[in-house]
C-alpha cells in the first residue's frame, strides 16, 4: 500500500560528495515537492515539480536541485553535500487543482554528512 | 514574525480529555488551512482541512477557523494515548499556492 516511495532510509555521506534521493509515487500524482525537516524549523520546502520537467524553487533551494524526466519520479541533488545539510528529507506528492495541499509523504531519508 | 506559529509543547493531557492545539498566522488573506499529525519517526499525514469561519468536525476531531484573528485551532476530543503526536498546521498564504507549515505542538496523551 506503500505510494510515495523513497530510495534510502538512511544515508551517511563525506562533506563534498554528491548526494541523489529518489522517491517514486504510484498514485499519478501532478505535483511533488521535496521538503527538509529540521528540529525547531519545521518543515521547509526546498523545490517542488507540478510537471514533468518542471521545476520550481521553494523556500530554501541553495546547495540543491532536482530533476523530474518521468511524471512519477521526482529526484533531489546535493551537488556537494555539506555538514549543515544533514536533515530529514520529505518527499511528497499531491493532485492538481482541489486536492493540490493533500500532501501525500513518503517515509523520509535521513542524511546525515560527516 | 513567523508565517505560522504553534507553541511546541508538550501538551500533556489525560486520556479521555479534550486537546486543544493552536496555530496563528501572519497572512490576513489566507484562504486555506490544514492540521497534519506526525507519530515520532513516521512522515507526516492530514488529518483535518478547514476553509471557511467557524467550526469543522470529523470524528473525535474539530477544527476552527477565525480569519479576523488569523487563529486555527484543532480540538481532539475523548483524548487516546493513540493521539500522542506532533500536529502541525499548514496555512496557504493567499499570493501563493505552497504550504506554510508551522513548526508543530508535540501532544502528550497519558493514561
Known sequence: DVKVT?????????????????????????????YRQDPGLGLRLIYFSYDVKMKEKGDIPEGYSVSREKKERFSLILESASTNQTSMYLCASSQQGTGANVLTFGAGSRLTVL | ??????????LSVPEGAIA????????????????????????????????????????????????????????????????????????????????????????????
Request: net charge neutral; proline share 4%; glycine share 6%.
Open chain 2, 20 to 111: 486543544s492545539l493552536n496555530c496563528t498566522y501572519s497572512d490576513r488573506v489566507s484562504q486555506s488551512f490544514f492540521w497534519y499529525r506526525q507519530y515520532s519517526g513516521k512522515s507526516p499525514e492530514l488529518i483535518m482541512s478547514i476553509y471557511s469561519n467557524g467550526d469543522k468536525e470529523d470524528g473525535r476531531f474539530t477544527a476552527q477557523l477565525n480569519k479576523a484573528s488569523q487563529y486555527v485551532s484543532l480540538l481532539i476530543r475523548d483524548s487516546q494515548p493513540s493521539d500522542s503526536a506532533t500536529y502541525l498546521c499548514a496555512v496557504v498564504p493567499y499570493n501563493t499556492d505552497k504550504l506554510i507549515f508551522g513548526t508543530g505542538t508535540r501532544l502528550q496523551v497519558f493514561p
Open chain 1, 6 to 34: 523513497q530510495s534510502s532510509r538512511y544515508l551517511v555521506k563525506r562533506t563534498g560528495e554528491k548526494v541523489f534521493l529518489e522517491c517514486v509515487q504510484d498514485m499519478d500524482h501532478e505535483n511533488m515537492f521535496w
Open chain 2, 1 to 10: 514574525q513567523k508565517e505560522v506559529e504553534q507553541n511546541s509543547g508538550p
